[in-house]
């Protein structure tokens, strides 16, 4: 819906649905999937619901009416200073979901919004607008997610980062749901829950019912009413190890055209996600940027729908290929004319996938070189996985050598994907360091259910993982910390002197009333580049 459609007005408390003095709030059947927000700007925030006017207007169905859906959003819970309503249409065509860019309203502040259809009142949700271009907020603080697959547990970590009151938005950095079949890809117990449908989703219809299922998460629904989400999509979004021109989890001889279920894909994240896109109707991209005062800028990558294929991780000097991109050249350009550019104190780089050299081994500079022109191994050693970054090394270097150029070391990369946590310095040649200068810090947040390295493995937690974490951090020394079998999120925080991250790791991802434990706390001050251990945030 665009922005200067809406219905606007400070004092029009009286004239909508929710005036009627016998309506009461509900959750269910109309407002089954929740409220949410997201993409804030100092003025303005998506807004976001999906309603189910009848019984036969299930996700996925293409049924049911069209039908009138009233927003307000107020200064206060209680809706006595409302100051913007409208009414927007919502039908089949976009499976009964709403997103409006509600604008006029003023920075830094906190406010209310709530939807009404057929009677019914939604849940009332939370939102929070960026500082004003100027400003300098005291802190920034992230609740940062990945990966939660429904059927490795249940998203205890989102019930922990709803019960906070001290974020100002939830980066989410990819994996929000998974496309396999039933069974096909859970945890150590099995499928905790099923996934709905039982297939490997595949069609629009698909997409829509899998993130609707999603969105009756009790957990997920409380923290997307609780604060604004900025989010990116990975590979299962649409099909595992996705890029451009396909995935590694699709059989075009039996899934059809790759471009086809990919735009199923896209469409069903744009209807069901708070996302604002960027972009024309004819290029829409979910690559963006979010400025917060002059504390922060943070730049959302999206990393699947423009890199080349994968190639295999001993496939040799292929992975240096100068031509390989995993972002394409149009966001690479848009990225590194804003991360050399920009006058916040702080570079955040949303980043779905890590960018920490992870190789096997870096050799001191001479000796790689040697064996470089002996075998054609990569420069920095084998990488262990080339769907990260390292399989794009051109890429890196590109981006590297820019932020090095702009003097630009107070950049921190939030990164999800591999479902275990890690910290690290970001040198311009890892096989140097420590000399080597460094251009940023990578803080990894592991998965919220997906399964990790003690599960995949079949053994005990902190058993056969410990080892393989010392080995990890003693040949790949710029790699500061790593944890390889805890489930959880982070907590980031920005201020004017510092980023630091609290990791907080739940006790166990099967049982819906988990617990959670600090599992580590690192920080960079701002002008050092490089991190160190820290006490956890108050």
């Not at 547990?153 to 906070?164: D, I, M, N, S, T």
């Not at 955040?348 to 500079?365: S, Y």
């Not at 890429?395 to 150029?405: E, K, N, V």
């Amino acid at each position: 819906m665009s922005r200067r459609t809406l219905l606007r007005s400070a004092t029009l408390t009286g004239a909508l649905v929710w005036a009627a003095p016998a309506l009461a709030h509900a959750a269910e059947p109309v407002f089954a999937h929740g409220v949410a927000s997201g993409d804030p700007l100092p003025d303005a925030v998506v807004l976001w619901t999906r309603v189910t006017p009848s019984p036969d207007a299930t996700p996925g169905s293409g049924r049911g009416d069209a039908v009138d859906v009233e927003w307000a959003v107020s200064r206060d819970e209680a809706f006595t200073e409302v100051v913007a309503n409208g009414r927007v249409t919502a039908g089949p065509s976009r499976d009964h979901t709403v997103s409006v860019d509600v604008d006029g309203l003023a920075p830094a502040t906190t406010y209310f919004y709530r939807f009404a259809c057929r009677g019914t009142v939604s849940a009332v949700g939370r939102t929070r607008t960026t500082a004003a271009p100027g400003t300098t907020p005291e802190r920034l603080r992230f609740g940062v997610a990945s990966c939660s697959n429904w059927e490795a547990g249940f998203f205890a970590a989102y019930r922990h980062l709803a019960a906070r009151d001290d974020l100002d938005a939830v980066v989410h950095l990819g994996d929000y749901l998974y496309e396999y079949a039933r069974g096909g890809y859970a945890g150590r117990h099995g499928a905790v829950r099923p996934h709905e449908p039982a297939h490997e989703i595949v069609s629009l219809a698909d997409y829509r019912i899998r993130h609707a299922q999603y969105k009756t998460d009790p957990d997920l629904q409380a923290l997307h009413a609780r604060v604004p989400w900025i989010v990116t999509w990975d590979d299962h979004e649409s099909a595992n190890d996705a890029y451009a021109g396909g995935a590694e989890n699709h059989d075009p001889a039996t899934e059809g055209a790759w471009a086809d279920r990919r735009a199923a894909a896209l469409q069903a994240y744009l209807e069901w996600m708070p996302v604002r896109t960027a972009g024309s109707a004819g290029d829409v991209h979910l690559y963006r940027r979010f400025r917060f005062g002059d504390l922060a800028e943070l730049s959302m990558l999206d990393l699947r729908s423009y890199r080349d294929r994968q190639v295999p991780a001993l496939a040799g000097a292929f992975v240096d290929a100068p031509d390989r991109s995993i972002t394409g050249p149009a966001q690479m350009e848009w990225l590194i004319g804003t991360v050399t550019t920009t006058s916040a104190l702080w570079n955040l780089i949303g980043n779905p996938v890590m960018i920490a050299p992870l190789a096997l081994p870096p050799l001191e500079p001479d000796e790689t070189r040697a064996l470089t022109e002996l075998t054609g191994i990569p420069e920095h050693g084998v990488p262990v996985n080339a769907d990260q970054w390292d399989g794009y090394a051109a890429d890196r270097a590109r981006l590297f050598d820019a932020l090095a150029g702009a003097g630009r070391a107070d950049t921190v990369f939030l990164t999800g994907d591999i479902h275990s946590s890690w910290c690290a310095d970001l040198p311009l040649d890892p096989a140097a360091y420590p000399a080597s200068p460094v251009v940023g810090t990578e803080m990894v947040v592991t998965s919220v259910t997906s399964k990790n390295f003690d599960e995949i493995l079949g053994t005990p937690p902190r058993s056969t993982s410990v080892g393989i974490e010392a080995a990890v951090t003693a040949v790949n020394r710029h790699i500061r910390w790593t944890e390889l079998d805890s489930h959880g999120y982070g907590v980031f925080e920005v201020t004017a002197q510092a980023a630091q991250m609290d990791w907080f790791f739940v006790d166990d991802p099967t049982d819906p009333a988990a617990g959670v434990r600090v599992g580590a706390s690192m920080r960079v001050p701002r002008g050092a580049g490089r991190v160190e251990p820290a006490a956890p945030l108050g």
